[in-house]
């Protein structure tokens, strides 16, 4: 008869090796899920400046900063995530990952004449910024300004009820948003009949909003699941975001606001 020769503390190891992989596999059918989803976005900034003197001497800044509370304006924008969920308890869901967001505000330039200040960097020559021409058309301008971040959302989602046929989840949702920043800019963009060296778009990379590296930003809103299939939800995520702190680092302060909508899926590991 042939003798099996056993290691006990070999057997013991793969005992241990077999358990933990069992508890991780039910953790992860009953606890995770992964997402994807896209963000389209109403965003607009509360702008002012903290001096009454510009620390750059460009005189178009100086020109927007005096009416800057007056002509901004809001703009739409889309952004794209990716995440995954946790359900940390019965009630609470954690949420995180990663999210292109790109903020920012409008500054409308209407009805502009002759010598009317653009700003640097629209045209070229001696006098760019500055209109060359005259002529009886109208002449607008549409100066977007933009904050495009990388950003690390942190969301606690709370249950808060469930439809009678068990298909829809409603809870409540807040957290905070580390963002890290990847472009900042402003892209202007002339009204119609009216171009500037045969061009109708600036992207300008000067903007005198010079912007911080990192910035953060808080969130409230809801979230809706609808139950496609066991695995499969579909979710609507409305939100409302807001920078308590300047994300700009000069004397033109700019605290950034948005309304966005998550909508996408999810796949979670249940049995």
């Not at 013991?12 to 069992?22: A, G, T, Y």
């Not at 009953?30 to 702008?47: D, R, Y």
């Not at 500054?107 to 700003?119: D, E, I, V």
Request: proline share 3%.
């Amino acid at each position: 008869m042939m003798k099996l020769n056993l290691n006990p503390n070999k057997v013991l190891l793969v005992l241990v090796i077999v358990l933990c992989s069992k508890f991780i596999s039910a953790q992860i059918s009953t606890k995770w899920g992964f997402g994807a989803s896209l963000n389209p976005m109403m965003t607009g900034a509360l702008n002012y400046s903290s001096s009454n003197e510009m620390m750059d001497t460009i005189q178009n800044y100086k020109m927007y900063c005096d009416s800057i509370s007056t002509k901004e304006n809001w703009h739409t924008t889309i952004g794209i995530s990716g995440f995954v969920t946790y359900q940390f308890s019965k009630k609470l869901k954690i949420q995180t990952g990663i999210t292109y967001l790109n903020v920012g505000h409008q500054r409308p330039l209407k009805n502009l004449q002759y010598s009317n200040k653009t700003y640097k960097g629209i045209g070229s020559g001696f006098n760019n910024g500055v209109i060359q021409e005259q002529t009886n058309i109208e002449r607008n301008i549409d100066l977007n300004y933009r904050y495009q971040y990388l950003q690390i959302p942190v969301l606690f989602n709370y249950h808060i009820k469930r439809s009678g046929d068990f298909l829809i989840n409603y809870s409540l949702t807040a957290g905070f948003g580390i963002d890290i920043l990847l472009n900042h800019d402003i892209h202007a963009v002339l009204g119609e009949g009216f171009t500037i060296d045969d061009m109708k778009e600036f992207f300008i990379d000067s903007t005198g909003f010079k912007a911080n590296p990192i910035a953060i930003n808080f969130m409230l809103g809801s979230t809706i699941g609808y139950k496609i299939s066991k695995k499969i939800d579909f979710l609507f995520q409305p939100m409302i975001g807001f920078f308590p702190m300047s994300v700009s680092s000069n004397q033109i302060k700019a605290l950034p606001w948005y309304v966005s909508a998550n909508v996408g899926f999810v796949y979670s590991f249940v049995k």
